[in-house]
């Protein structure tokens, strides 16, 4: 079954993507375009910064006159991993026959740089360098490791056994080696491992890597770590936590992982804890966009409702990481809610993160940009800022292209699920399912325009059991939502639905349709989120939309209000808002008078935040301040 | 004269440490506790981490069985005269012999260090180190160079030439010798070398400073540096800049030192720009209180009204070069207005950065603390951290005790000037006046309760010219301001007023009095500052009060919102502002409904900005969320 997840317990099953296929609209084109781009982008980038040719040169060893010299920083192996996972992912989709032989020779390359008893690292442990384990802290090598491992699961699923599987196999077994009981009891600076340790364990069927994820996941908070506990959650453990912290990508692989170990060990105690910790995380610490990683330093999460839009860091792989962790919660406790995540997150988030035509990518997505930034040179030269206005074809650190790659190739994975009695849909998109529901087959189809539409129908084409349920997530936001049923029933669903569904003896042809509406409505901020008070953003469907400079009468994005009594309108395919542009004087920024000047009336388009940068430099901003 | 500037053109003279006594109030009291604890706390922690000793461990060199080690961080040789030049101001305010014994004792120390050429620094070129000048970037050389030769000027006006007077003057000469016309033609990557060389050229009359000054100043901007030429002023000509930018101490040291060059060359051309850069900075990159570094990362400037009060870093050691470019700009200008960020600054940003018992600090001063952070250890370990929300005994970068400690001591430096008309009072503060104009003495005492109360109070104690002016500064938010002559007759003052004197046959026993309101005001912020729309402050006098969460009921500043349309209040000594106190749902925080729950009325009071966390950890803000 081809998914990344599979748990052996839990509330539902994920569908594979043998089992659901996307057959058109967004995801569709985001996955084709990463197909047909983002993958070989980044083997050209890995190539010719010869992250991948440090393999090479382990293989080959130090000889006179040929002392070793390694390209890239220390965790640019998981880069080469991660593109492996995609290509695993992308094979299996396409059985694309130019990327299996590209998998292929990738495999012998990482392969021969594996040492005898297993250890697989080009930056530690070889000729010249630092010892194995030396630094766990910012070594990276068991993150790397695990890369390595989850794009194992990826060719185990797509694939089966292979060389590839085997040199990983290799390496779980050295990990468990070296970290079980007696060994090495410590972590690794950067959770992964975990996750993938957790995923082999169930993709192999061998209980002893989940025992050592466990044993990781247990020593988190252990202070075996020094200084910064913080940054990679050693300061307190993954039970004891209430809030996600530190550095963002880490904290979400860690939640991941503990999801994991909990749902194989039914270990419900830590299954409700990382449950509260991610609840609390989206209440307090989450961007309008999902974006986590709420604040600029560190990456990292800031304190609770510290959510400045213009310091957001919300980088692409702490969104990856989210909907990795909203996915296991959907799964373990059967909750549609997570899934409002993943939708807000991918649409939002991740669509957004890579260019349309998937060479360029943004590492941080913050809300606000209040200049506009020159573009990076086309040359693509590093180091590219992470941080800025436009998407860069490479970076230094440059972890969210390859990661972007395996999550759009694995994305049909993320759509539905079934139970005993059914199937559910999390995510609107149009698609075939094509599964088993306790035994007998159970074929549909859906078809939307979503998000453009509101509308989204499931068509049965094969019902082979009984009666069977079809369940539809309801996003929060959602409103005049009904559900009709293949008699043509309309049937209003309550505003708090999580989600709504049909038992019925379905028959090919049936139809079931949920439609609400997506008109573009004003979202205001909790009063406590200190940074946007004051301000309104307009969110159409699960889309959340930005003004960008380009589009405003004199450029500046500071001069502008707008009027949330007036209702944004759709017209000519963008949203529009009513707005204001001022001119304010130059002088100490504080005093006595709250009011503004008038400004000029305007009605300004405004664009999904996805689409910023597209057209060049400009200064963006998801929040606007209210007239 | 004892004053840290003594420009030779200008609109107005500073009045030294000798003409200038303050004699009472708050200033009094941060003088004394600075002579009577900080100079000797910093004393005791640049002995305790052997930052000292590094002068004694390059004057006895390597040998066997003697490896040279370094303590702390490549720039720690400033702090030590830093230190140095507090305790020259020192000694020439009160004379104290234990005191002038200590620096005698240093200066010996730091001498014997010095090597034959004049080249000085215990981090580079001594056995086992970097050579000279390799690294220009992020070395410091010229920066400890630059501070040296401060301290050198501090001892020159307050006790003459000696030891350490020749020290600097070795070091001078051979930096002119290195860095001049066909010698390394580029800066140091931390300005303050420039600042520090125009005034030693003033005060040693030595023409070779200034000029190296000014070649060091037209350098900046010509990318002699590598990468980051934001972060240290290397991007853009001064001539060129608009705007302050990059590292905030860099910036305004470097400013600094351009307003003396242009002064000193009559360039005013340059003196313009820089003019223009701070006038913007102030309506564009400042808090409320007068920080500047207005973001975290990078100690640095933001963007244009990227004012986060939560991120805000505002180092201490930007107060201080602020105060010090504002008072170049009022003497080179002789516009008042200058006078009101010194205020700002001195009352909200420095005297705040000291505890009370002068024994420990903040290094970074936001607006908003979001939690209470435990305090540092008692016995101050180290590191502590620079942005925590508790006072520090000391830091791994402790440029800021020290940097207090030489402000604080030459403090009344900056409270008055003459013109060739009279005596201008920019600062506030109980004092005795003793100069000359017009070759004439005159000398006043000022009496005033201030900023408790808005009346202040110049008494003629001789006037041996004939008609003199006597000056005052108006603050900018001063309201119902009047003049009362020495008649008794009172004249109300415009409000658009900068400054407002008298000019008159004054006599011994005359009085002159100014008065304006200092109740307790709200204030607003521009519009444009996006993280505190929607929030307004109370300041009180030149006094930015905050709100703590110890003062709360229920302890959750988050839950905080206050109303404007009343007034504040004195009662017991403190202001209070009417306030409700929420209890807000946990939940998804982005939403169709603005509006808020109705909370419980309170009223909360408010205390200084200056004194926070002086009751213990506490959660602060200075921006209050409106109603």
């Known amino acids: 079954m081809r998914t990344p997840v599979m748990p052996s317990t839990g509330e539902l099953r994920p569908l594979g993507t043998d089992e659901v296929r996307i057959t058109g609209g967004h995801w569709f084109e985001r996955q084709a375009v990463n197909a047909a781009a983002t993958i070989r982008h980044c083997l050209h980038w890995l190539e010719a910064l010869d992250w991948i040719g440090n393999f090479d040169r382990v293989a080959a060893g130090e000889a006179p006159g040929r002392p070793f010299q390694r390209a890239g920083r220390e965790f640019s192996d998981s880069e080469v991993y991660k593109l492996a996972e995609a290509m695993a992912w992308e094979i299996g989709r396409t059985g694309d026959p130019g990327l299996e032989e590209e998998f292929q020779k990738l495999t012998a390359r990482i392969g021969a740089a594996q040492h005898e008893d297993g250890y697989l690292n080009t930056a530690f442990g070889n000729p010249g360098q630092e010892p194995r384990y030396s630094n766990l802290e910012w070594g990276h090598e068991l993150y790397c490791a695990g890369h390595l491992i989850q794009a194992a699961v990826a060719r185990l699923r797509n694939h089966g056994e292979d060389e590839f599987t085997r040199i990983a196999r290799r390496v779980a077994d050295h990990v468990c080696d070296t970290f079980g009981p007696g060994g090495i009891e410590r972590i690794c600076g950067h959770a992964e491992i975990e996750v993938a340790l957790a995923e082999f364990s169930r993709a192999t069927g061998e209980p002893r890597y989940l025992e050592q994820a466990r044993l990781f996941i247990e020593r988190h908070g252990q202070k075996t770590l020094k200084e910064n506990g913080l940054y990679y959650q050693d300061d307190v453990t993954v039970r004891d936590a209430e809030v996600l912290r530190g550095h ?13 170990v909990a749902v194989e060990t039914e270990d419900d105690e830590l299954l409700e804890a990382v449950r509260a910790q991610w609840d609390r995380t989206v209440t307090r610490r989450t961007h309008l966009t999902g974006g986590m990683g709420s604040q600029y330093a560190d990456e990292a999460f800031g304190r609770d409702f510290a959510l400045n839009p213009d310091r957001a860091y919300a980088e692409s792989c702490a969104g990856i990481a989210a909907v990795m962790t909203a996915w296991r919660l959907t799964l373990a406790t059967g909750d549609s809610r997570y899934g409002d995540m993943i939708e807000r997150i991918s649409w939002n988030v991740l669509s957004g993160a890579v260019a349309p035509d998937g060479k360029s990518f943004f590492y941080a997505n913050p809300l606000h940009q209040r200049t506009a930034d020159p573009e990076p040179p086309a040359d693509g030269a590093l180091p ?13 650190v440059s972890c969210c292209p390859t990661n972007l790659a395996r999550t759009f190739a694995q994305f049909a994975a993320y759509v539905a699920t079934t139970s005993e009695h059914g199937v559910q849909i999390h995510q609107f998109t149009p698609c075939t399912i094509d599964t088993n529901v306790d035994g007998a087959r159970l074929a549909l189809t859906v078809e939307t325009n979503y998000p453009e539409e509101g509308r989204v129908t499931v068509r049965v084409d094969a019902n082979e059991g009984g009666t069977r349920e079809i369940t539809f997530r309801v996003p929060a936001w959602a409103e005049d939502v009904r559900l009709i049923h293949p008699d043509g029933s309309v049937h209003e669903v309550d505003p708090a639905a999580v989600s709504v569904g049909r038992i019925g003896e379905f028959s090919p042809g049936d139809e079931l349709h949920l439609e609400f509406s997506v008109a573009p409505r004003w979202t205001f901020p ?3 989120v200190d940074a946007v008070r004051g301000c309104a953003a307009v969110e159409r469907g699960p889309v959340v939309l930005c003004a960008e400079s380009l589009d405003l009468p004199g450029g500046d994005l500071d001069e502008l209000t707008v009027d949330t009594t007036v209702a944004p309108v759709e017209r000519d395919g963008a949203v529009h808002v009513a707005a204001r542009i001022h001119d304010r004087p130059e002088a100490w920024p504080y005093g006595p008078a709250a009011a503004d000047d008038d400004g000029k009336a305007a009605e300004i388009p405004l664009l999904p935040f996805r689409l910023r940068a597209t057209r060049g430099p400009a200064a963006m901003r998801v929040w ?3 007239d």
């Not at 941080?387 to 970076?395: E, P, V």
């Open 384 to 396: 590219h800022t992470r941080a800025g206005g436009n998407r860069a074809q490479w970076f230094d």
């Open 248 to 260: 963002a990508v880490r904290a979400l692989y860690l939640s991941s992982g503990a999801i994991d």
């Open 526 to 528: 909790d009063p406590r």
């Open 624 to 626: 606007l301040p209210v």
